[in-house]
């Protein structure tokens, strides 16, 4: 079951913050952010896991609150660079499938 | 190293003829992933490889969708009698392993936009 990202758009300007929101129907074993720019390939943010071991890139953090089934994503100090589809992705085990949102378009404006 | 290629990075073909989609996974990836890639749908998953075996191939939408990795390294992804619905774009992605670990994150390559005519 795909799960669901809130807001599906956000526009923001350079030094203002974010938070992109997933939740889940089932429950999770891990979640993962990807950032997509307009005719690139995804590229890795964050994996979080059941737990709470999880691994990203600097300047962006994240939360997994496992028995809500909910992760969000936190944007602090947004870029231009920022702007891009995030698309949060979930396994409901260690090696099954990751199934993705349809994403959250974001804009950071100057 | 390099990172994951594709090819070609377009296809433009009529209804009804049979298209393969190469993905060369990052050296040494054991995993290797199929997505495809709608507009306004997101990153749907097709078939997983774990070396040249496919535990997971839940995400094929119908039997003229089939793909193979020969070798533990390149993948094709085949789609025999296209149809317009099957345009899109089809990523393809390889990580270390099939495992979710915070070592372990998929490296997707920059797609092949298959269009259907």
């Known amino acids: 079951q795909q799960p669901v990202q809130s807001p599906q758009a956000v526009i923001l300007r350079e030094g203002e913050d974010a938070v992109i929101n997933c939740s889940s129907s089932k429950a999770l074993y891990s979640v993962h952010w990807y950032r997509q720019k307009h005719g690139e390939a995804p590229v890795f943010l964050m994996i979080?896991?059941?737990?709470?071991e999880q691994k990203g890139h600097e300047k962006i953090s994240a939360s997994f609150n496992e028995k809500k089934q909910q992760s969000s994503l936190y944007l602090t100090a947004s870029q231009l660079s920022y702007s891009g589809t995030y698309f949060c992705g979930t396994a409901s085990g260690g090696y099954q499938k990751v199934t993705f949102g349809i994403g959250t378009k974001l804009q950071v404006i100057p | 190293g390099a990172g994951v290629s594709q090819s070609p990075s377009n296809k433009v073909t009529e209804k009804g003829k049979d298209v393969e989609l190469r993905c060369d996974p990052i050296s040494g990836h054991t995993a290797l992933y199929w997505y495809r890639q709608s507009l306004g749908q997101g990153l749907e998953f097709l078939i997983y490889?774990?070396?040249?075996?496919?535990?997971?191939k839940s995400g094929l939408p119908s039997d003229r969708f089939s793909a193979e990795r020969t070798g533990g390294s390149v993948s094709t992804l085949t789609i025999q009698r296209t149809q317009q619905e099957d345009s899109a774009v089809y990523l393809c992605?390889?990580?270390?392993?099939?495992?979710?670990?915070?070592?372990?994150?998929?490296?997707f390559g920059p797609g092949t936009r298959l269009t259907v005519l």
């Open positions: 979080l896991l059941k737990g709470g």
């Open positions: 992605a390889s990580s270390l392993d099939g495992s979710f670990s915070p070592y372990n994150e998929q490296f």
């Open positions: 490889f774990q070396g040249n075996s496919a535990p997971d």
